[in-house]
T-cell receptor, first 114, second 108 residues
């Protein structure tokens, strides 16, 4: 399995500001992903974080709102930009060691936007 | 639209009961079916099922996949209060597609 940490674990932010969430894996992984889980709902994939190139976004998510970086094989960041209360969610990163292998999840970041 | 449907949406049982959680999926681009347990924020991996008819077990939990009928079940025997959680199944294609989850509450 992969051990994944996320920072911060939670935050309360003001409308219009931005927050960057960090995800660190304990060893090199092939794939890293970012998910959103809105209150009472299941997980929705935001994007696949590609090492050394632009992230691949799912329908309904755009780079201007959710810029993602992945500078190496163990680390990625997700920024939630120009936040509104609708962005209040749990944000989770996950990683796969090998392509289409089991995905392991980080502990999540609970974001509240006032 | 690619869908994963779980049932029931919620379940309330007493300690010691046995529960069966259901997950059905569409066949498009299917690779594997995964089960996770989510207690607070982070989903914890339980099982990955790729082959039909082969049961996977871990303690009191077991799961099996039926690729002909396109469903999977997760069984929990002799439930304990610590089993209370949301159980998520997810279909793996080139990404994970999650169901809405089954919320299990186990009371003493």
């Amino acid at each position: 399995s992969a051990v994944i940490s996320q920072k911060p674990s939670r935050d309360i932010c003001q409308r219009g500001t931005s927050l960057t969430i960090q995800c660190q894996v304990d060893s090199q992984v092939t794939m890293m992903f970012w998910y959103r889980q809105q209150p009472g709902q299941s997980l929705t994939l935001i994007a696949t974080a590609n090492q050394g190139s632009e992230a691949t976004y799912e329908s309904g998510f755009v780079i201007d709102k959710f810029p993602i970086s992945r500078p190496n094989l163990t680390f990625s960041t997700l920024t939630v930009s120009n936040m509104s209360p609708e962005d209040s969610s749990i944000y989770l990163c996950s990683a796969e060691r090998e392509w289409r292998d089991t995905q392991y999840f980080g502990p999540g970041t609970r974001l509240t936007v006032l | 639209e690619d869908k994963v449907v779980q049932s029931p949406l919620s379940l309330v049982v007493h300690e010691g009961d046995t529960v069966t959680l259901n997950c059905s999926y569409e066949v498009t681009n299917f690779r594997s079916l995964l089960w996770y347990k989510q207690e607070k924020k982070a989903p914890t991996f339980l099982f990955m099922l790729t082959s039909s008819g082969i049961e996977k077990k871990s303690g009191r939990l077991s799961s099996i996949l039926d690729k002909k009928e396109l469903f999977s079940i997760l069984n929990i025997t002799a439930t304990q209060t610590g089993d209370s959680a949301v159980y998520l199944c997810a279909k793996l294609t080139d990404k994970l597609i999650f169901g809405t989850g089954t919320r299990l509450q186990v009371f003493p």
